[in-house]
């Protein structure tokens, strides 16, 4: 086993470090009992996170790494027929029934350690024993429901704080990233979304809130009608209608609105870019969230390009290929690394 347990449940949620995920390799390598504890293990981590979907957008680099190590044959196990592969074989029976429950005693140690160290921050408040999270590593996108029958979706990078039951009086969950959401109507509970500085309040409707830029936060509404504040109380709240996006400048301490099509905030909950006359650096941001992959851009005249297409459900060698033919633009990938140079077409 590894010497930090931990260092799974880091893996599993995107915040192990690149370090601990070559740790994890090599230990998923060393034989099929690792193998299988590695599985049973996500198993009972996704029981533990209940979401309702978890899929990525594109397999990224550490991923295929670790599916092409898992399913290389291992060259250590006996052959079959024999009375050492029986012995293996029962002992391999006796380890699968032994760490199942380890693992979920494991899974609640975990967990019941992540409640304690809330508990002694806010000794006071009975709803931060009950809190927990779901994350979303770069390149995955997730979907969860909470208690009250809303629907969330997390895009790429981002981590959602909610309570397994929400008070009788209130619904309120924490935002860190990017996030779409269908409200559950409830009169008599409003539902709040706090993102950094900013709270988004409504009764049930369908927006999205975008915390991923430091400093800056963005909701889009689709439906009904949201109220937009900020924690300090030094700007006027206001309210939102449908197909505006409200921006709240931190540093300004602002919040402006445009009329915009919510489509395109929006399309990334259904595996889409939508990009409109979009600037170079803002598309690298978002391929490299989408993807999970550093871009390096060799000729600084790149990031003078914009681009408008829909891209949907495509590789990054087809995003990539799609650029090149409409521009002066090449590209090579080394080590989960994309390098961006200007041809002479």
Request: hydrophobic share 35%; glycine share 4%; aromatic share 10%.
């Amino acid at each position: 086993m590894l010497k930090d347990k931990t260092t799974i449940l880091k893996y599993l949620s995107g915040t192990a470090t690149e370090s601990e995920v070559e740790e994890i390799l090599g230990w998923v390598k060393e034989s099929e009992e690792n193998k299988r504890h590695f599985a049973q293990l996500k198993k009972s981590w996704a029981l533990n996170s209940t979401p309702e979907d978890f899929y990525p957008m594109q397999p990224g680099a550490e991923y295929l790494k670790l599916k092409e190590k898992i399913n290389k044959p291992q060259s250590n196990t006996p052959p079959k027929n024999t009375p050492l592969r029986k012995l293996y074989s029962y002992w391999q029976k006796t380890a699968a029934i032994l760490f199942l429950p380890l693992c979920l005693g494991f899974i609640w140690l975990y967990t019941s350690q992540t409640f304690n160290l809330l508990a002694d921050k806010n000794q006071h408040s009975v709803d931060t024993l009950l809190q927990k999270e779901f994350f979303t590593p770069k390149g995955v996108r997730g979907k969860i429901k909470l208690a009250d029958g809303t629907t969330v979706w997390l895009n790429s990078d981002s981590k959602l704080s909610y309570p397994t039951e929400f008070s009788a009086n209130k619904r309120e969950i924490e935002l860190q990233g990017e996030a779409y959401l269908e409200v559950h109507h409830d009169e008599n509970r409003p539902f709040i979304v706090k993102a950094n500085n900013v709270r988004v309040k409504v009764l049930g409707t369908s927006f999205n809130v975008n915390a991923s830029e430091k400093g800056i936060i963005e909701t889009t509404l689709v439906s009904g009608a949201v109220e937009i504040s900020e924690a300090a109380n030094n700007i006027t709240p206001m309210l939102l209608k449908p197909g505006y996006r409200a921006t709240y400048h931190q540093k300004e301490q602002n919040i402006t609105t445009k009329k915009v099509n919510p489509r395109y905030d929006i399309a990334w909950r259904n595996g889409t870019i939508i990009l409109r006359d979009t600037p170079m650096p803002e598309v690298i941001k978002s391929l490299q969230k989408w993807y999970n992959v550093k871009i390096e851009v060799r000729n600084k005249e790149i990031l003078k390009y914009s681009f408008t297409a829909t891209l949907q459900n495509k590789t990054l060698e087809n995003v990539l290929d799609l650029f090149r033919i409409s521009s002066p633009l090449g590209y090579k990938i080394e080590n989960n690394k994309v390098i961006l140079y200007k041809t002479n077409n």
